[in-house]
């Protein structure tokens, strides 16, 4: 299968092994792009767009990465701190006094406030409904008292962080978005897409293999009660319909290409987007321990990145991810339409590192 773009010569392995990843895709394709040192050396995409595999995945592709959205609408909050119209130890209850569940804002951000599941069973409906999903969150009894422990909020980060932004702002998060973050620093990522923007729109495939993931019997119960209720973020039919793509599920339905997702973080490694002072806060691990909803080995959560010894940053269900290697001095992206484990970003991120003198992943 024919790979497009470019990489700067000495970095062909790195082509070599992202053509390997797409030619061995059976739904659709993927996209790759690395910024190091302060030029781009990758950008890469290869494969279909649609399902039925007749139209090709080209350069303005836009695709669904999951949670490597949640970046970005911290990036909106962190925004509004760099202003002084949010405070990061400032209650949750002063922007949205509805909200039951004591909280800060840092505390939200960071992935440490247990509103991560519904106590009860919800029609398909509430997951595109903003108003009515952010009632039932206001109401919610949370997981565990906040500070207290980390758990990812899978599907309702978006909600928990873009409420604070409307709430204070006046403009949902998408719109605060594109034209406050993604607009001024030329990333083409959005959340909540317009009519012009559908058709650029790439089909998620082998949907499938999610559900095998969530319901592996190794798995937290917690993440089954997190990622199905309310219903349809893992069904095809769902994400790929048009009032998904266009609703706001910030969380999990940003849409972008390779070269945005990279270019927020090689913005944020050359302290574009945040104050100096904020972005290292941003990126310093503000708790940490076993995930509650995630499970595995003892993780850290920054203001909306997930930290660790080499940088920062975001994978998603699926096998997307972005990434900010402080060590390296990268970004980088690797987003796709075929769902699956990230050993497929790995190989072609451990290339790279090869490139540039690194041990791997």
């Known amino acids: 299968m024919t ?14 092994a992202f053509a390997e990843v797409v030619r061995a895709q059976r739904g659709t394709g993927a996209a790759s792009a690395i910024w190091h040192d302060g030029r781009w050396v990758v950008d890469l995409w290869g494969g279909h767009a649609d399902a039925d595999r007749t139209r090709p995945w080209d350069r303005d592709s836009i695709v669904m990465p999951y949670s490597v959205s949640k970046p970005f609408v911290a990036l909106a909050a962190l925004t509004m701190v760099d202003r002084g119209l949010l405070e990061l130890d400032a209650p949750v209850q002063r922007y949205w006094p509805e909200l039951l569940t004591e909280a800060t804002v840092r505390q939200v951000l960071s992935h440490q406030v247990g509103l991560v599941a519904l106590a009860e069973p919800a029609p398909a409906s509430l997951l595109l409904d903003w108003t009515g999903l952010c009632g039932r969150l206001a109401a919610e009894g949370a997981r565990w008292p906040s500070g207290t422990a980390i758990g990812e909020s899978a599907l309702f980060y978006g909600h928990l962080v873009g409420e604070l932004v409307r709430r204070v702002d006046g403009r949902d998060v998408g719109t605060y978005l594109r034209a406050e973050v993604c607009g001024p620093a030329e990333l083409d990522f959005t959340i909540g897409l317009a009519s012009g923007e559908l058709a650029r729109v790439v089909d998620l495939t082998g949907l499938g293999v999610l559900a095998e993931q969530v319901e592996d019997p190794g798995a937290p119960d917690l993440l089954r009660r997190a990622l199905l209720n309310p219903p349809g973020a893992m069904d ?40 100096p002072a904020l972005r290292e806060e941003a990126v310093r691990p503000q708790a940490s321990g076993v995930d509650r909803v995630m499970g595995g080995e003892p993780r850290s959560w920054g203001l909306g990145f997930a930290v660790d010894a080499d940088g920062f940053g975001m994978g998603g269900i699926g096998g997307s991810v972005g990434w900010a290697s402080t060590e390296g001095r990268y970004a980088y992206a690797f987003v796709t339409g075929s ?23």
Request: glycine letters at 12%; proline letters at 5%; aromatic letters at 6%.
């Open 3 to 16: 790979v497009h773009g470019r990489v700067v010569p000495g970095f062909e392995a790195v082509q070599d």
């Open 236 to 275: 095809g039919d769902v994400v790929n319909s048009e009032a998904f793509r266009r609703a706001l599920v910030p969380a999990i339905n940003g849409h972008g290409t390779a070269r945005a997702v990279a270019g927020l973080y090689a913005s944020l490694l050359q302290g574009r987007l945040l104050s």
């Open 339 to 361: 769902m699956g484990t990230h050993e497929r970003s790995d190989l072609v991120e451990n290339a790279f590192r090869a490139v540039i003198g690194l041990p791997p992943l």
